[in-house]
């Protein structure tokens, strides 16, 4: 028999999940249960994303600068890599966020099942535990996650693969591995491994790599791993994939000025980083009533309600976007679209927007950007003005040997409103969040440039683009 209904029933203690119960019982005081079936408690990010995937990219970079040391006329005679070292720092770095995500879910606040749920009815779940323990809830959370995606390539399943989570753990520098696939964790994983001095061959299958981004911003990126190394092959269709005696090989059609060739490549071993999926196979969401998009996400309306109105969706689950700080305020939001009074329904976060919308690559140069794309902008026939300024021609970045990337800011042409921007080069990651605050404000280039800006610093190099754009525009 289920138990007294729950206020809340969240599937999925990650950052989607856990935030919107804490939203649930702090701020509304409400039953709470979190269902979590993972080896480990605390959520894709912290122990198998972003935090371990950023702490190791720290370390290779600090790394390759220390291998550049002639480059500042300095005299490192060794700089490598010690690969236990850095492991046992990443994983001491992870406990500390686990332990502390770990013990806010157990604190009391909330009923935590260590287990995994199935729909048995639209308000009902069944967890796979040794008493197949029912639950019930009025409302209920999915923030399952999501999982690494096997793609139907020949061969591509019979074949021992990597994936992320196996590259994040790697206790040893292997000799050579092949990238299948060019999104942002193929793009940061196999600069991680050239810098530790892994052969490496990327196969992508569209023109360029992060396709979601400018061409332009791309060819940078693939340039920068070009030149530390890595082989990068671009506009391929895999033809097979099999196991030999020393690894693995890899045979696909390669088009290049407009002649295709049949290539292939040999490593010791492959890393399948061609995407994820929607964590949803187990859950039986036709039993409550929810629908999934063509894409295989939940669909979700702008309150995060699924086609079962008493029953929503967050993070990588229902996307669009698998990024933390958006999970986190989908988590946020469905609490409270919960549990207000439908008089008077929370606020859509700015965050939640498309047109906000904020990404970062941790690559080395980083590429980031928000607001709209150029492309997205012509899509939608919203008229914008564009200007640019490359890093090779600033003062602090040349001193820094950081000249590859470019800053370019979007703009409307009457007024100068920020419409978005595209930041590629050295600390781009920190620089982008210079628009967050203007862009969410619907403030203009002028506006950016009534405030003080330090020399010399790289992010004074914001200044050459929005000084273009200002005389371009009507005020």
Known sequence: MPTKPYDLLVLGGGSAGFNAARVARDEFGKRVAIVDGAR???GLCILRGCMPSKTLLWMTEVLHLAQKGKTFGLHIPVARPDIRAMHARKKKIIAEFADYRARAMNSGKYDLYRANARFIDPHTVELNDDKRTRLSAKKILIATGSRVSTPPIHGLADTPHWTSDDVLDLNFIPKSVIVLGGGIIA??????LRRLGVRVTLIQRSPNILRDHSPEASAVIQQALRDEGVELFTHTRIEKIARTKRG????FAHTRNGTTKSVAREAAHLFNALGREPNT???NLAAAGVRLTPAGRIRANRHQQTTAPHIYAGGDVCGPNDIVHLAIAQGELAARHAFLPSTRPPRIPAILSPTHLLNVVFTDPALATIGLLESQLRAKKIP???ASYPYNDHGKTILM???AGYVKVLADPKRGRILGAEIVGRDAGELIHIFSTPLVMRATVHDMLRAPWYHPTIAEIITYPLEELAEKTNQ
């Open 40 to 42: 480990e408690l605390g």
């Open 187 to 192: 793009v940061e994983l196999t600069q991680y």
């Open 248 to 251: 693995v090989r890899v045979t």
């Open 281 to 283: 196979a187990g859950l």
């Open 384 to 386: 914008f003005i564009a």
């Open 401 to 403: 040997d950081a000249n």
